[in-house]
């Protein structure tokens, strides 16, 4: 089975993905990996510096469709601006339908996700705002909250568990998803 994980930056999602690949035994995916290199970059922060968001969003959905088009099993770290990519919403309801794909939203409240954000190096999350990086978490999470939840077949509370509790209730979605 492919999961995708989606949620905000600091959700968890690329240190959740990789202990679920590696305790499940199927590859782990970073789209911001992937999208970086569609861009010919080293990294999405670089991406999203160089080429600006409308070039970063356009790499990302052209990303994320070469990943649900790949097939075998594996875990899917999106970025938290992947859903809202052209396309990308539905490219991911058809892919669910079509594949039988699972999509879990590591969700956080905003402050938690301000938490997170305060203690990591900026360089590494550029700013989608005026707002800064950590102050534009609240934004953020008003406008994709609801895309998120519409997108998931399971939503994951994340506050309060440690990623090792989260990657065992992702793995065990995996393994019996109703």
Do not use: N
């Amino acid at each position: 089975m492919k999961v995708l994980l989606i949620g905000l930056r600091a959700s968890g999602k690329t240190t959740v993905g990789r202990l679920v690949a590696a305790g499940s035994g199927v590859a782990f995916v970073d789209l911001d990996d992937r999208t970086a290199a569609v861009l010919g970059v080293g990294s999405a922060a670089d991406g999203l510096r160089m080429m600006g968001e409308a070039a970063f969003r356009a790499a990302e959905a052209a990303a994320l469709l070469a990943v649900l088009g790949e097939t075998g099993g594996a875990v899917v770290a999106l970025g938290g601006g992947s859903p809202i990519a052209p396309g990308a919403a539905e490219m991911i309801r058809e892919w669910r339908k079509a594949r039988g794909g699972f999509v879990v939203y590591l969700a956080a409240s905003a402050d938690a996700l301000q938490r997170r954000l305060a203690g990591l190096d900026p360089g590494e999350r550029p700013p989608l705002t005026e707002l800064g990086t950590v102050g534009e978490v609240e934004r953020l999470h008003g406008q994709r909250d609801p895309l998120y939840r519409s997108l998931a077949d399971r939503v994951i509370e994340t506050e309060g568990l440690l990623p090792e509790q989260i990657a065992a209730e992702v793995a065990r979605l995996m393994r019996d998803p109703c």
